[in-house]
């Protein structure tokens, strides 16, 4: 459980609110759907009400007039019966897409909007990582609006029983009673039941998922299982995973055969006792022989809506689990907020961090990290310490606020300005950039600018170009997975150096590139960036080399500033952290 | 996708015949399970005919106690029925899961056993959506479309069985409905199944786009790309929305075709039950007992055209199946016995006249090295040089077009699958931590090792640190679903897999690739621990890599170019010497190596 603090930030849950928007938005929609199914359902009650008219009026008397009036009030019912139900389908199924589509759409902007997602603020199951979110805007959302589904069917089997009531209370009052006092306590029965054993199947059926997931995660890894010989034990452990599957399945089918038994017991009980009853009454000649068969054929009807209303009410259940975790990913608090000041006209690109602490305990501005960068100079920064250097581009790149000291480009507060134009002046590239699904042309002019000759050169795409048969028209695969880990980073380079920001941040933009190549990179972004103000933050000394300077920090200050010949020759830290 | 179409797929005969063969050794199972279905369904039967014989009693003015029989078979038979519903369908399930089980293992343990080339490129698609995506179809199948069929089939055949033992003309006169039915089946597997799959399609390009935007938010916000991506995400929710809807607009004619036939089938058994009536051929209970009989199987026939598409679809994942569980098995020459083979000392390495070309474009042209025992060998050279297909070659795990490479004097040819895995391993790019423990992950190489072990390894490469801070040390869950490791841990993992694992040749192939550079230092020492006693290839990333290797081999367009220890090389003022300036500023005094 989450400690005080965590639940001070999280907003107070309010899970129905996205399912309470979604009926109100599609409310006539749903109106005519649950008109439909009372409709359906209703002329399905009456169809052995007329089985049972059919005996007695035509059959029993062998009154061929009464048979031509009754199998013609059948065909009228059947029309009813089928239009209604197509009505039903039509409205529900209409209101549930369009419904999960707003869903879907709504989440898709919070997950991507510029201000960001705060982790702090995010619930457990719902918290930053992708799986949950794509989850939550895939599946959640689905099952949120499938919740219209279980409002109407739920409708629908309340006007059967209703109609049912009503037919059975016009046969006969005690017969009707007997049903009608007779069935809640069924259906309350086999609900009770029915829960717990369904919650039990569910759990066992997650196990069994299991299995699928252990296989998949093998097969992923198989470059690994390959290299170290290690596919028969991966093999006997997919077994383990599937053999516990087969038991978790086995377990699951327990209660959902036993569930199927009962069902079966307590509707023919029911039956008998509604049988037994009736054909008293019959005999008595309290009731028709029609009245039997329509009260017989309604109570085997009965167990149908009856059951529906269990599964409706599951159905709800679950779409307000949904409903729960869709509102709250709605509700997670931003990471950063942005102010109003406008972009400046004038963009020569004046950096300067002022005061930024790095140091996770908590550092005062006075003692913070200070750097300044005049225009179009290109200053590297080592930050030997992992932790601080995320912290320093986490800042820069507006992924968080700074704890204290502020940045400032062009003299303006970047936290002033709103969050995407802040990225627009200051542009942060990280070393294990995305790339999306599409062709390597389209993940170069991602930001709009295609990227020129020179650029192309000077991040090592021309090799990259050159090594793939389609060239820019080669598909990069799902997050770039067709490319090697040296391609993707170079296409992310030249992305980022085609966008062109008055300040670039790169961040250790060649770890998985080879040292030639590393080396015509640092030359091509000199080259390429000449005038324009670059920070690098990396520990390459190729790249390095290249800057007009080099800044090290230490414990979240400079703790030396020069170019990087002297400090690769003076500076025993330096030479630690960049050359060893 | 490229098309490329690359494990087989199962005949129907095929599938039938694996099926059967699984089916074989649990034969009494099915036929118990079968068994106890037709009875269930037979008792449901029995409902009716009761109810007729209740409405008869009553036209003929019987006594109260004449009901009272009637009833209690009633209730009987819906016991009978529940007990041999629950029963059955308790054993159809056991017979299905253990069916499923195994063939699901026989499609792992072909899949894992598959040569490496054939899993690269869109193979490796196929083969997760074979173990995964198919057989999760096919388990759902089995959890529900297989009782379906089981109860509902029979509940239909035994109805018309019922309506023949009332009156065979009852039975022709329900037959009626069947036209219809078959018309509105045609029409719905031609027009709304193709549909669905469509839909299933669209739904997966759909969490696809889901997947790339969201999970490049990061690259998203920083490029201000959020409204491209929106509208991606829109285009592909719209796109499976309405093909979403298109489904139920077809899904209407069907449903209109299924009341048909009710309305054909129920009208005609009650003209039918008249006119025998009238000629005094049946009682009105027995006509009424007909038109139940069909009211009843209104619901099981609806179920059962209804699951005909899972049936379907499921046959097909099946197919896949099959064909990957029938694939030949790779022979085993005792791999799983590796610790009584334990090698003594490090080995040389011969690569003789090595070729190599992916689909006509040469990759290697032509490599001859030796690598004496315990030396460690550094490959340097520019993307595409061919450095990764070297180290796949040596290692085994890619058969070369042409060419020769011999680890302690034997072909690797000669060596069998097992004897080979003893002998060399290779730490490939791609970094992967399996799901599960930590010790789990570890034991993949050495099966059954007591923790001791895996702690001796881990604090061989340096990583016993980390790994004692962790919540749970080696009990510890990580992988996918578990605590997520930063680069340099899953590589330092793949070090201590090395350890583990204790093969005389050693290839790394980038091994600290996008690790950032701090994280690259550390990964460098456990590397230089991990191989110590062992011949080594790293195809080195940092040049302080090759300075510290007993030989730099510098490889250009799959041919080795230069060739020589570090100090060498650099003296020989070549392309190394060019890079070692580059990488070390301005070519001050070097680094002591």
Redesign the interface.
Known sequence: MPAPQATAVAPPPRPLRPLRDAVREERRRIAISASGAVGHQTCEAL??VV?GA??DR???P?DTGA?VL??GL??LL?VA??LA??TQ??AG??AI??T??RM??RL??R????V?LDPAGAPDDVAGS?GA??SV??TDARTAALGIEGVVVALGAVAAIGVSAIVLLTISLPLGLLVLLGAPPVVLLLHRVAVPLEARSEEQ?AR??D?????????????????????????????DA??S??RA??A???P???L??????I???F??VV??V???L??DGTIS?GD??AA??LT?FLL?PLQRIGWALGLLAQARGSARRVAALLEIPPAVRGGTTPLPEDRPGALRIEGVGLRPDGTPATTGLWIDVAPGDHVGVVV???AE?ARLLDVL?R?RAPDCGSVRVEDVPLDGLA??DA??LL???????????GTVGENLT??AVPPSAEVLAASGVD??LA?LPAGLEAAVG??GS?L????RQRV?LA??LA?DPPVLVLH?PT???????E?RI?TGISRVRRGRTTVLV?????L??ACDRVVLVVDGRIVADDV??RL??DHGTY?EAV?? | MSGRLLLPTASPRETRRAIGRLVRPRRGLAVAALGLLVAAAAAGLLVPPLLGRLVDVTIDRGTVSELTAPAVLLGAAAVTQGLLTAVGGLLLARLGEALLAELRERVVARSLELPLEELDGAGAGDVLSRVSGDVAVVSQAIRTVLPAVATAGFTVALTVGGLVLLDWRLAVAALAAVPIQVVGLRWYLRTVVPIYRRERVVQGERTQQLVDSVSGARTVRALGLHEDREARVRASSERGRDVALEGVLRLRGFLHAVNGAELVGLASVLVVGFLLVRADALTVGAATAGALYFHRAFDPVGELLMVFDDLQEAMTALARMVGVASLPETARDGAETEDAHRHHGPVDVDVLALRHDYGGSPVLHGVDVRIAAGEHVALIGTTGAGKTTFAKIVAGVLEPSAGDVRIGGTALGDLGPGELRRTVALVAQEPHVFAGTLADDLRLVAPGAPDDELWDALRHVGADGWVRELPDGLGTRVGEGGLRLSATRVQHLALARIVLRDVPVVLLDEATAEAGSAGARILEDAALRALRGRTSVVVAHRLTQAATADRVLVMDRGEIVEDGHHDELVAAGGRYADLWLAWTGAGRDAPAG
Request: no cysteine.
């Open positions: 169809v052995p089985i059919t005996v035509a059959i029993a062998g048979l009754w199998i059948l065909l059947f019966l089928t139900y197509r389908l039509t199924e209409r897409e369009h999960q589509h879907r759409m898709t902007r997950a991507l909007d510029p960001g992708t979110l794509v805007a895939g059926q069994a998922a299995a699928s997931a252990v296989a998949t995660d093998l097969l992923t890894g198989i470059r690994v299982l390959k290299g170290l010989g290690a596919e028969a034990a991966a093999e006997r452990r997919y077994r599937s053999q599957a087969r399945s086995l699951a089918a327990v959902d055969n036993v199927a038994g009962l069902n079966v017991v509707g023919g009980a039956l008998t049988a037994y009736g054909g008293r019959a005999l022989i039997l068969i017989v054929g085997q149908g030997p310490d992992a250097a790149a992924r969050v995407a990225r627009r542009l942060v590239s990280d070393h294990d950039a995305d790339l999306f699904d991602a930001d090799e990259v090594v799902e997050r067709r090697s880990g040296g391609q992310a992305r980022a966008a250790d770890t998985a590139v080879d040292a030639v190549t080396q640092a990396t520990t390459s000394p190729s390095l080399a990087h010949d690769a020759a030479r050359l060893r």
